[in-house]
């Protein structure tokens, strides 16, 4: 089985500060790693993901996450955030291999950007 | 686009009574999932399928019920409404091919259970 840990539950951040979300996972078999999105009232988005290569992966709107296989984790960074950051992350993962492909969710992280 | 599809957008219900919550994407995919959504928990996988005829339980199955007649209908059927079903429900639906590896979440379903 799989779990996923996202360590802070909150983070409050001024508008064109950095933002950190950390996300770990444990797994017994290899993952494929996830970001998702949940602007207020509406469903899931996917941010990123990580299938394999490179360990740094990039979003078109300037979040990247990178892949530490030796730590078990898969931290969401930016370098300026702006108001319209304000949501909810989720962190989740799929074993490779698995049948269904089913994702397996952190508690998400809610971000609040402040002017 | 429609994408995926969930109707009600809201509900509230009575203890007891039932309800099913509809789910349909329009993109031809295999495999679709049912989740709810409570805070702080994330999201928590109830019943999934991989194709029409094919359905299996997730994580939190008790007091739901599902079907998979067609490939793009995926109903969630609560028969007794009891108050820990208060939750926002999600569907989700992805085919997990090598150009595809991303699942695509409705709009979700508000369901208060009193």
């Known amino acids: 089985a799989q779990s996923v840990t996202q360590l802070d539950s909150q983070v409050p951040v001024f508008e064109e500060a950095p933002v950190e979300l950390r996300c770990n996972y444990s797994?017994?078999?290899?993952?494929?790693l996830f970001w998702y999105v949940q602007y207020p009232n509406q469903g899931l988005q996917l941010l990123l993901k990580?299938?394999?290569?490179?360990?740094l992966v990039k979003s078109i709107n300037g979040f990247e996450a990178e892949f530490n296989k030796s730590q078990t984790s898969f931290h969401l960074r930016k370098p300026s955030v702006h108001i319209s950051d304000t949501a909810e992350y989720f962190c989740a993962v799929i074993p490779k291999g698995a049948a269904g492909n089913k994702l397996t969710f952190g508690g998400g992280t809610r971000v609040l950007v402040k002017p | 686009n429609a994408g995926v599809t969930q109707t009600p957008k809201f509900r509230i219900l009575k203890i007891g009574q039932s309800m099913t919550l509809q789910c349909t994407q329009d993109?031809?995919?295999?495999?679709m999932y049912w989740y709810r959504q409570d805070p702080g928990m994330g999201l928590k996988l109830i019943y999934y399928?991989?194709?029409?005829?094919?359905?299996d339980k997730g994580e939190v199955p008790n007091g739901y019920n599902v079907s998979r007649s067609t490939t793009e209908d995926f109903p969630l059927r609560l028969e007794l409404a009891a108050p820990s079903q208060t939750s926002v429900y999600f569907c989700a639906s992805s085919s997990w091919t090598v150009l595809n590896t991303e699942a695509f979440f409705g709009q979700g379903t508000r369901l208060t259970v009193v």
């Open positions: 993109m031809n995919h295999n495999y």
């Open positions: 990580y299938l394999s290569g490179s360990t």
């Open positions: 399928s991989v194709g029409a005829g094919i359905t």
């Open positions: 797994s017994s078999v290899s993952v494929y």
